[in-house]
């Protein structure tokens, strides 16, 4: 099975650029997707496929895909940002998902 | 609205079996396919099992393969998770999770808000 590998950790200051990434094998044949999780809560989906973002989420939140990494981009990160992020995409085999370890993100 | 509801968590001893359900509404269930994924206390999120629209198809991860069997009864709205011989590395928060795959791009919108399993001797 394939692997999805995210940092474990990044801070970001406040109203400045933060870029979470996510690298597999997997991601060069299949769009990913991202969710945030805050503590005790059940993740959220806040960017999937090519840069695609679902309704209510703010637009500092974008997704961009090169080679095997993809990326979640938030452009002027919030306080309420600071959360916990997972990629998550399809398996090499086709029919089970995996999900990345996880970033948690701070914001200074 | 789209509403997923988790219910069957308990604390159990090592070796027992556990029938975890998720119940759905707001949309129509039978045309979607169902994911179960899973939490421990403190760590990342584990996919588990899914199940095509009309049950025909269901797929493990390798780590659960043989003690987990994923189930739906499309009349009542309702996927299942069964888990035999529970360990205590099985202790977690478990979701149930409806997948979108619109044009093949696929992603977890709706999630269940969990419920808490605990292995425990």
């Known amino acids: 099975s394939s692997e999805l590998t995210q940092d474990p950790a990044v801070s970001v200051a406040l109203g400045q650029t933060v870029k979470i990434t996510c690298q597999g094998d997997s991601l060069r044949t299949y769009y990913a997707s991202w969710y945030q999780q805050k503590p005790g809560r059940a993740p959220i989906l806040v960017s999937y496929g090519n840069n695609n973002r679902p309704s209510g989420i703010p637009a500092r939140f974008s997704g961009s895909r090169s080679g095997n990494t993809t990326s979640l981009i938030i452009t002027g990160a919030q306080a309420e940002d600071e959360a916990d992020y997972y990629c998550n995409c399809r398996d090499s085999n086709d029919y089970h998902m995996v999900f990345g370890g996880g970033t948690r993100l701070t914001v200074l | 609205q789209v509403h997923l509801m988790e219910s069957g968590g308990d604390v159990v001893q090592p070796g027992k079996s556990l029938r975890l359900s998720c119940a759905a509404s707001?949309?129509?269930?039978?045309?979607?396919?169902m994911h179960w994924v899973r939490q421990p206390p403190g760590k990342g999120l584990e996919w588990l099992a899914v199940i095509s629209h009309d049950g025909s198809n269901r797929f493990y991860a390798d780590s659960v393969e043989g003690r987990f069997t994923i189930s739906r009864d499309n009349s009542k709205k309702m996927v299942h998770l069964e888990i035999t011989g529970l360990k205590v590395e099985d202790t977690a928060v478990y979701y149930c999770?409806?997948?979108?795959?619109?044009?093949?791009?696929?992603?977890?919108?709706?999630w269940g808000q969990g419920t808490l399993v605990t292995v425990s001797p």
């Open positions: 707001g949309f129509n269930f039978n045309s979607f396919i």
């Open positions: 999770a409806r997948l979108d795959r619109p044009r093949n791009v696929e992603y977890f919108q709706y």
